[in-house]
Structures are given as structure tokens and as C-alpha cells.
């Protein structure tokens, strides 16, 4: 290992919802896909308004309620308990998902197993036989979200890289991604290339470009 | 004088007919009418084909249904079983023909059957592996994918308060697919947490209307368990 990968800090998963958090504006209507991007809503302080959708129709989600204050019939779509903040108000899926597909989201964040500079996605199954497939909103909340936003780990588990020319697993939506937060950097999409906001501390150039397939840009 | 309430689960169920297309409510635990589903297993209808957004939880309600050999065809968006691999048994052993569908483009699909509106196109799919057969077109420079309506012959919901016209309110996210559902079949049954007078349900809450519904009963059951 190299003295540069020695110093190298690596966002935690906390650090890179984080990350995303500190970007979201206030006034801003964002839903959240399961696994690290739930996390994002921790890091919105509650001072800054921001109106959290759960596709299964709950505008304006709070915060988890602690054990004496659940509310059996309160969850969000990865059926969790959950709370609704003043102001919020429950739609049926419809609606739900009118706000979705009629481009009323401000902001979607989710998880993905790979991205290309064209900004397709892949993040609903592995194989073209998936053993069971399984979709739920996801390409729905992918078509048609204003901003689509992807935090997922740079590299995935066998070290392969995520940012990629062509996607290797079944598309969840073409042209969609505009920016990227891993574990290493920040990158906007941008056609051709993935331009470099931010990197971890301690991540440089020459270790970002080996453990990226698709071009990448610094300037 | 119009009242819809039924006495029992098998009053509410009778005449559903083999080979059925039945709308379920209900996303996960919350919202769905699990003892309208246990009630159908009793009924004995099968060769069904169910519509719901997962397929069930735990061992009861759809589960069941589907351990049952009832269900020839799942039309579902997630089809997993919260701690079970129900399902997952019966695909890989092709005991069961699936359509995976988008969740939006469900819940639309049965409320444009609902709205009398044969088929739409809708954004969601585009370029992917659910839309590889489905005609695209192009509106003002995007793409869209062509989806027909998805009718049922039954649809079973759960509501919170219904009255004798079959209006209905739900409890917070228990609303979810159960007013497309309900809107969306030739017969609409309810099974309800509570019973309201006639004007006793605010108008401006009503969130189902009575026209949409036609069979309630009334199941006081408690808290839905995830």
C-alpha cells in the first residue's frame, strides 16, 4: 500500500449521507430510497425545512418515533415506523405516485449498483433471471424525480468499479443520474465524463481514476 | 334504504368466482385486509389472479393464499414475503406465472380501469427490461411507454370508518392502494376497523365514496403487525 492510501479517509456511510445532506436545499420535496440515502434524513437539521415522500403516501415524514409513540398504521416504504411532522398529509398511491411521475419531486436519492456518464441506472436486480424479481418504486421515482441523486460505495464488493461506460446489470432508468456521492468523491454526471466536485480526505486523483472505469474530470 | 354492511366474511365473500382477477390493498401489513384474504381462502375460490403490491407477510392472509395453490398469476410491484420464501418457492418451481409491475404504474393501471381510461402512457420503464414488448412514443421530445388499465372483478380493502352508503376513511398510510383498488373492481368489498352513522363521517374526509364500494364488514381487529 502506498503512502497516499495510508492517509486515506474513506467517507463512512454516515459521512456520505452527510455529504448529500448538506446539498439539499430547504423548501426542497425529496424522497428517499432504502439502505444509505434513509440515512440522509438524519443529517437535514430539523430547522431546515425540507418535506420528506414515502411513496406509500406520506407527505411530510418525520423522524422514527420512539417505542411508546409508534403509530401501527405510520410507515414508509421500507416499512419502518415513522412519524408525521406538522404540516404533513397522507395520499393514496396514485397521488403518491403522481408527485412522482408528474416530476413534482424536487430531489430523489438512491442507491445503485452501477451508473454510466449518461446518467442510466441500474439498482433493481442483478440478473435478467433474477431468481425474484422484485421492482417496487423504483423506476418510477428514477424516470421522473427533477434531480436523481446516487449515494452508493465506489467500488462494489469484489472491488469492481461502479462508474462505468456501459451498466452490467438490467437498466432501472436511461439519462437519469445528475451527481454521485461515494465513499471517495462527488461527481456530476456529464455525458461523456463524470466531473469531480469533492473527494474524501486524503483521496487523490490517481487513486479515484484507478478505481473508476469511465473518464473522469478534475478541473 | 341503502345499506351495504354484511353480517359476516362469508356473506361478503360469496359468489367470487374461480378464476377471478382480485384487487388487494394494503402495502405490506398496513392497509390490507387480511381477514377478507383468510375469509377467501375459507370461501374456496381458486385459479385466482391477485393484484397487490407485495406478496403478503408472515404466514397469513396472502401468504397463505399463495402456500394454498389458490393463485395461478401474481401481478405484483415487490414480490417478496417479509420472513418467509413463500413465493419465492413457488416461482422458482414455476407454480406461479408473475407480472412484475412498476408500483406507480399499478396504482395507475387501477385507477384508470377506475376512470374509465383503457390505457396511458407513462415515463416509468422506458429503456428497461419491463418495457421490452410494450409499444413506446415520443411527446414533446420524451418517451413513454404504453400501459393498459388493470380491471378487477373483486377488489378487498380495509378502511378504518365506514358508514352504511360505504364511505370510507382510512388510518394514516393504511390508505395506500386501497382507493384505486376500490375504484377499480366490479365488486368492492370493505372490511372495516369501525362503524360511523350516516353524516356522522366528515364529508371533506371521506376519502373512498360510497358509489365506489359494495359489500362492508365490520371487523374490529386491532393494530396490523409488520
Known amino acids: ?219 | 334504504m341503502i345499506s351495504k354492511f354484511v353480517s359476516s366474511v362469508a356473506e361478503a365473500l360469496d359468489g367470487v368466482k374461480n378464476g377471478s382477477t382480485v384487487l388487494l390493498g394494503g402495502f405490506g401489513a398496513v392497509g390490507q385486509s387480511v381477514h377478507l384474504i383468510e375469509g377467501l381462502i375459507e370461501q374456496g375460490a381458486r385459479d385466482l389472479t391477485i393484484v397487490a403490491n407485495n406478496a403478503g407477510y408472515g404466514q397469513v392472509g396472502l401468504a397463505r393464499l399463495l402456500q394454498e395453490r389458490r393463485v395461478r398469476r401474481l401481478i405484483c410491484s415487490f414480490p417478496r414475503i417479509a420472513g418467509s420464501t413463500i413465493f419465492e418457492t413457488l416461482y422458482k418451481n414455476r407454480e406461479i406465472e408473475l407480472e412484475l409491475v412498476p408500483q406507480g404504474t399499478l396504482a395507475e393501471r387501477m385507477r384508470a380501469a377506475g376512470a374509465g381510461i383503457p390505457a396511458f402512457f407513462t415515463p416509468t420503464g422506458v429503456d428497461t427490461l419491463l418495457a421490452a414488448d410494450k409499444e413506446v412514443r415520443e411527446y414533446h421530445g420524451r418517451r413513454y411507454v404504453l400501459e393498459e388499465a388493470l380491471h378487477g372483478d373483486v377488489a378487498l380493502i380495509e378502511a378504518w370508518r365506514a358508514d352504511r352508503w360505504g364511505n370510507l376513511t382510512y388510518k394514516q398510510s393504511g390508505r395506500n392502494f386501497n382507493p384505486v383498488c376500490a375504484m377499480a373492481a366490479t365488486l368492492t368489498i370493505a372490511q372495516t376497523q369501525h362503524v360511523a352513522e350516516l353524516g356522522e363521517l366528515d364529508p371533506e374526509a371521506v376519502a373512498t365514496p360510497g358509489v365506489f364500494v359494495d359489500r362492508i364488514v365490520h371487523l374490529p381487529y386491532g393494530d396490523p403487525q409488520l
Open chain 1, 1 to 219: 500500500m502506498s503512502t497516499t492510501e495510508t492517509h486515506m479517509q474513506p467517507w463512512t456511510r454516515d459521512q456520505m449521507a452527510q455529504r448529500a445532506a448538506q446539498d439539499i436545499q430547504e423548501g426542497w420535496f425529496v424522497n428517499l430510497g432504502i439502505g444509505i440515502p434513509t440515512l440522509v434524513a438524519n443529517h437535514v437539521p430539523t430547522d431546515k425545512e425540507v418535506i420528506f415522500h414515502a411513496e406509500n403516501g406520506v407527505v411530510g415524514m418525520g423522524s422514527a418515533p420512539d417505542a411508546e409513540h409508534i403509530e401501527p398504521w405510520l410507515i414508509n416504504a421500507g416499512k419502518q415506523y415513522v412519524t408525521l411532522r406538522a404540516g404533513g398529509c397522507y395520499v393514496h398511491h396514485a397521488d403518491s405516485f403522481s408527485m412522482i411521475r408528474g416530476g413534482h419531486l424536487d430531489l430523489c436519492v438512491l442507491g445503485a449498483y452501477d451508473v454510466n456518464t449518461r446518467g442510466d441506472i441500474a439498482n433493481w436486480a442483478l440478473s435478467e433471471d433474477d431468481t425474484a424479481p422484485a421492482v417496487g418504486g423504483a423506476m418510477d421515482l428514477a424516470a421522473s424525480a427533477k434531480r436523481l441523486w446516487v449515494v452508493m460505495e465506489h467500488v462494489n464488493k469484489k472491488g469492481e468499479p461502479r462508474l462505468v461506460n456501459e451498466c452490467r446489470y438490467p437498466l432501472t432508468a436511461s439519462g437519469s443520474v445528475d451527481r454521485i456521492y461515494t465513499n471517495l468523491a462527488v461527481l456530476d454526471v456529464r455525458q461523456t465524463h463524470f466531473q469531480v466536485l469533492d473527494m474524501a480526505p486524503g483521496v487523490t486523483p490517481e487513486y479515484l481514476i484507478a478505481h473508476t472505469e469511465a473518464e473522469l474530470r478534475f478541473d
